[in-house]
């Protein structure tokens, strides 16, 4: 698992408008191929019933121990690890998924995005920036960000109203319904929150104040319940994988004793060993954690996931062959996972394998380009093969994505320079550029 700090856009020419935002989600993701292939197993029902494409929408980790969750884009919804940690059940996970969902589904935040679109003064560009922050419950960066910018003016733009709260209340049990999952994990998550309106605002965790909560709320979403019925059968591969995502987030994210005294917790021997084996890692304790995940990948040999957790403990304790060789496996059985290409192109390129590390991380680029590790290494990989342009262009690439403008501008303007003009990494450099310039006249 790894911690990065990326905000997402839909494109290089969208980065003068969102990527100013970058620090804002200075908590950053946390990024791990297990994990959110496991979110996207829990969300795939959701969001087909959505309307939605469960190819398109991610879901993806905020590394924040509050309660919350948000959408920014079409095609994200930000989980805090906080709220998956404190989920019981799958239902109660799919329920705020499928009320995020809805959001997109229901046109709330392409009426925003278009209000926002339509902004040209300096009181709106603060109020986008303020808002983005306002996403990650950080009210000190909001404040700062939002110079200029009326709160009040800040706080119609990203609470979502009371109104829009009851259709996306009323289209999640719809689409939970749909779904076949039972709706009333919707209801179990809005009875965590019950009671904490009456707590000062600062001591609210961030889903509350960005998602009005009330009595007449609750009392409505049971009436969705009771109309269209608790139809929805036990799931056993959804109980699996919250298991398996809950059961490795809290592996990482809580202490290593922590997790040892409660293995026994879990329903499933290869999640046991999952765990086990990351928090003896956490410990040092290489021999064990290599012998529990090595008896994981027994019981599931085509596992990739637990074959890229085997390479991370592997590179992370420096055994960089033997890395590269179980992220070799875990390529042939996930080919186009763009975090495992990433791992592998890694181990690749620490054993001077430039060739063999520039087909993996370009490919990884290919599916996901909003991967920092990947593009950090990506340009040295370049770099080292003589080819400056292209290592000047992936770093400008990264640097965008951290919202770093003005050094991605520099570098974009190098790439530029050694690049052919008008080939297709010419123009990527060339959007940087652009995006830059724009950025630099908002300040």
Same mark, same amino acid.
């Given at each position: 698992?790894?911690?990065?700090?990326?905000?997402?856009?839909?494109?290089?020419?969208?980065?003068?408008?969102?990527?100013?935002?970058?620090?804002?989600?200075?908590?950053?993701?946390?990024?791990?191929?297990?994990?959110?292939?496991?979110? *996207?197993?829990?969300?795939?029902?959701?969001?087909?019933?959505?309307?939605?494409?469960?190819?398109?929408?991610?879901?993806?980790?905020?590394?924040?121990?509050?309660?919350?969750?948000?959408?920014?884009?079409?095609?994200?919804?930000?989980?805090?690890?906080?709220?998956?940690? +404190?989920?019981?059940? @799958?239902?109660?996970?799919?329920?705020?998924?499928?009320?995020? !969902?809805?959001?997109?589904?229901?046109?709330?935040?392409?009426?925003?995005?278009?209000?926002?679109?339509?902004?040209?003064?300096?009181?709106?560009?603060? =109020?986008?920036?303020?808002? %983005?922050? /306002?996403?990650?419950?950080?009210?000190?960066?909001?404040?700062?960000?939002?110079?200029?910018?009326?709160?009040?003016?800040?706080?119609?733009?990203?609470?979502?109203?009371?109104?829009?709260?009851?259709?996306?209340?009323?289209?999640?049990?719809?689409?939970?319904?749909?779904?076949?999952?039972?709706? %009333?994990?919707?209801?179990? %998550?809005?009875?965590?929150? #019950?009671?904490?309106?009456?707590?000062?605002?600062?001591?609210?965790?961030?889903?509350?104040?960005?998602?009005?909560?009330?009595?007449? +709320?609750?009392?409505?979403?049971? &009436?969705?319940? $009771?109309?269209?019925?608790?139809?929805?059968?036990?799931?056993?591969?959804?109980?699996?994988?919250?298991?398996?995502?809950? &059961? *490795?987030?809290?592996?990482?994210?809580?202490?290593? *004793?922590?997790?040892?005294?409660?293995?026994?917790?879990?329903?499933?021997?290869?999640?046991?060993?999952?765990?086990?084996?990351?928090?003896?890692? +956490?410990?040092?304790?290489?021999?064990? /954690?290599?012998?529990?995940?090595?008896?994981?990948?027994?019981?599931?040999?085509?596992?990739?996931? =637990?074959?890229?957790?085997?390479?991370?403990?592997?590179?992370?304790?420096?055994?960089?062959?033997? $890395?590269?060789?179980?992220?070799?496996? !875990?390529?042939?059985? /996930?080919?186009?996972?763009?975090?495992?290409?990433?791992?592998?192109?890694?181990?690749?390129?620490?054993?001077?394998?430039?060739?063999?590390?520039?087909?993996?991380?370009?490919?990884? #680029?290919?599916?996901?380009?909003?991967?920092?590790?990947?593009?950090?290494?990506?340009? %040295?990989?370049?770099? #080292?093969? &003589?080819?400056?342009?292209?290592?000047?262009?992936?770093? @400008?690439?990264?640097?965008?994505?951290?919202?770093?403008?003005?050094?991605?501008?520099?570098?974009?303007?190098? /790439?530029?320079?050694?690049?052919?003009?008008?080939?297709?990494?010419?123009?990527?450099?060339?959007?940087?550029?652009?995006?830059?310039?724009?950025?630099?006249?908002?300040?």
């Amino acid at each position: 698992m790894t911690f990065q700090r990326v905000f997402r856009r839909a494109s290089i020419p969208l980065l003068a408008l969102w990527l100013m935002a970058a620090p804002a989600l200075a908590q950053g993701l946390l990024r791990d191929s297990d994990l959110e292939y496991g979110l *996207k197993q829990l969300a795939a029902p959701i969001l087909s019933a959505a309307g939605l494409s469960p190819s398109r929408v991610k879901i993806l980790v905020v590394n924040d121990n509050s309660l919350n969750a948000f959408v920014i884009s079409n095609d994200a919804i930000f989980l805090h690890y906080g709220l998956i940690n +404190r989920m019981e059940t @799958a239902a109660m996970l799919q329920g705020v998924i499928a009320h995020e !969902a809805a959001h997109i589904a229901n046109g709330h935040l392409t009426r925003r995005m278009g209000n926002l679109s339509s902004a040209r003064t300096a009181s709106g560009i603060g =109020l986008a920036l303020a808002a %983005v922050a /306002a996403a990650t419950g950080n009210g000190a960066a909001a404040s700062g960000l939002a110079l200029g910018t009326q709160s009040a003016a800040m706080g119609r733009f990203f609470r979502h109203t009371r109104a829009e709260e009851a259709s996306a209340d009323q289209s999640g049990v719809r689409f939970m319904k749909t779904a076949g999952v039972s709706p %009333v994990g919707m209801m179990d %998550v809005l009875e965590i929150f #019950r009671g904490q309106e009456v707590l000062a605002e600062t001591r609210q965790d961030p889903y509350l104040r960005s998602h009005p909560l009330s009595r007449d +709320r609750l009392r409505a979403v049971e &009436g969705y319940v $009771a109309a269209y019925g608790d139809t929805g059968a036990p799931d056993q591969t959804a109980a699996y994988w919250f298991s398996r995502v809950r &059961g *490795k987030l809290s592996a990482y994210t809580r202490a290593p *004793k922590w997790t040892l005294r409660r293995l026994g917790e879990t329903p499933y021997q290869d999640v046991r060993l999952l765990r086990e084996a990351v928090a003896e890692h +956490r410990q040092s304790r290489t021999k064990q /954690a290599l012998r529990a995940i090595d008896a994981a990948i027994a019981m599931r040999p085509t596992d990739p996931f =637990l074959h890229d957790q085997r390479a991370q403990i592997l590179f992370e304790t420096r055994s960089f062959p033997a $890395a590269a060789a179980a992220w070799r496996r !875990a390529v042939e059985l /996930a080919p186009n996972d763009a975090l495992i290409l990433s791992g592998y192109g890694r181990a690749l390129l620490v054993q001077d394998d430039i060739a063999g590390a520039k087909r993996a991380l370009e490919r990884a #680029r290919t599916i996901d380009f909003r991967d920092g590790s990947m593009l950090r290494d990506l340009s %040295v990989a370049y770099a #080292r093969s &003589g080819q400056n342009g292209m290592a000047s262009l992936v770093t @400008a690439e990264r640097y965008a994505l951290r919202g770093r403008m003005e050094d991605a501008g520099i570098h974009a303007r190098r /790439a530029s320079g050694l690049l052919d003009k008008g080939s297709g990494p010419w123009q990527r450099a060339q959007d940087i550029v652009i995006a830059a310039e724009r950025a630099a006249k908002r300040r």
